[in-house]
């Protein structure tokens, strides 16, 4: 599994996290396109090379105007612009959970809710660029877990829009539970409550490198601070042996020669049911030339239980295989397209922003072919090419 290890001798920001993601090889021009999704507007994206203390690290800054800064945004809002957006889907989920753990921090501090939390600082513009940019960072890099070292979050006193606070921030130290910190040497703000929230929602664990980790890439976030020490997260990307053992799905098997035919579509419904992912039957000769069949489950880990519970009781197998599996998925969203019959959703699928996949969805051809009593494959081939644009192609398909 690729799994990032950020090295926070001099702290981390929201800033921070998503220059050394782009340091690691995110480009800056995914990026962009990605965030011109967001309906916010006035700020500008400064991202250039720097040198800390010798160090060589990518510097991201975003500049906001006076309205982008001062804007008092309580979390339904902030929820709105990201649902506002044609982001994908899991990167919304994701860049709303850091929102809500900010706002549970800020809550917590101030003594008030969730939903009442003014978001001052942390809910400006760059704020929501840093994370939004950060979670579109982690999911085009493919990481799918961060452990940290040690936090070193600074020391002594920060001026905000609440007057003077204690290094770490209140809020800081509110996402910091359970997460290892120190002061360190450095009197300075050097652990943002953004950076933070990022660690506190993406970190598997922290204090030191994963057993099994092999880093191959390593790429350096600067900081604001000229210190006496390199104000930059080292973002190590590699693979964590230890984590690839751990598969989220497993897929149950049972060889059936006995089974009334007719009940394996109930079989399938059921296990469906209880929370399979997918369901197959196979035809197969097992021992003495018999013909079976071979029911395959793909299912959560959490799922086992009920779908090895509804195996055994419906059919007439006394045990059964299983063993983990890993996935590799594509994004996935859903367009529509104007036929001259009506609307057809498309699933569109994407890897690394390029989509991949445009397939037209077979209920909503068969259902506007049957109204217009035209062939199926009319509606779908129409469908199809009305969705031909979704792919992005610039290299002459154009013209189909
Ligand atoms: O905006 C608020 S309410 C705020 C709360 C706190 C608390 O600790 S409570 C701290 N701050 C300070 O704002 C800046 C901005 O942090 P970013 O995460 O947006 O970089 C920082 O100095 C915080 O300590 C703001
Ligand atoms: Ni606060």
Redesign the pocket.
Request: glycine letters at 10%; aromatic letters at 4%.
């Given at each position: 599994m690729r799994t990032l290890y950020l090295d926070c001798f001099s702290g981390i920001?929201?800033n921070m996290f998503l220059g050394a993601l782009l340091d690691l090889g995110f480009p800056e021009s995914h990026l962009r396109q990605e965030l011109a999704k967001l309906p916010v507007n006035g700020y500008e994206l400064i991202i250039k090379k720097v040198e800390k203390q010798g160090i060589a690290a990518t510097y991201l800054d975003v500049k906001t105007g006076f309205f982008g800064q001062r804007r008092h945004r309580h979390l339904p809002d902030i929820t709105a612009i990201i649902d506002g957006s044609d982001l994908p889907a899991a990167v919304k989920e994701d860049a709303k959970k850091v929102f809500l753990r900010l706002a549970e921090a800020?809550a917590k501090?101030?003594g008030t809710t969730v939903d009442k939390v003014?978001?001052?600082?942390?809910?400006?513009v760059?704020?929501i660029i840093d994370i939004v940019g950060t979670v579109l960072g982690l999911h085009w890099l493919g990481i799918g877990r961060v452990y940290t070292s040690k936090l070193r979050t600074g020391s002594g006193f920060?001026k905000?829009?609440?007057g003077r606070?204690p290094v770490p921030?209140?809020?800081?130290a509110e996402l910091l539970r359970g997460i290892a910190w120190e002061h360190g040497e450095i009197a300075k703000?050097l652990v943002?409550?953004?950076?933070a929230a990022l660690v506190a929602v993406f970190s598997a664990g922290s204090g030191g490198v994963p057993d099994g980790f092999i880093s191959d890439t390593i790429g350096y976030g600067a900081g604001s601070w000229d210190l006496e020490i390199p104000n930059v997260v080292r973002a190590v990307l590699g693979e964590a042996a230890e984590a690839q053992a751990q598969a989220e799905y497993l897929v149950i098997e049972a060889n059936i020669d006995d089974l009334n035919p007719q009940i394996f579509p109930h079989v399938m419904d059921r296990l469906f049911a209880v929370g399979a992912r997918d369901v197959w039957l196979t035809p197969i000769i097992m021992k003495k030339g018999r013909s079976a069949t071979r029911l395959s489950v793909l299912a959560d880990s959490a799922a086992f239980p009920a779908a090895a519970a509804a195996i055994l009781a419906e059919t007439t197998t006394i045990g059964m295989r299983y063993y983990p599996v890993n996935r590799l998925e594509a994004e996935r969203r859903t367009a529509t397209v104007e036929t001259p019959w009506g609307e057809v959703r498309v699933k569109v699928s994407a890897v690394k922003g390029q989509t991949v996949n445009a397939a037209p969805e077979y209920e909503d051809c068969r259902k506007l072919a049957a109204e217009h009593g035209l062939p199926l494959k009319i509606v779908w081939q129409k469908a199809l090419s009305l969705a031909w644009p979704l792919y992005g192609r610039t290299d002459g398909g154009e013209e189909q």
């Open positions: 920001s929201g800020e501090v101030h003014h978001f001052h600082e942390v809910g400006a760059d704020t920060v905000c829009s609440h606070m921030a209140p809020a800081t703000e943002t409550p953004t950076g």
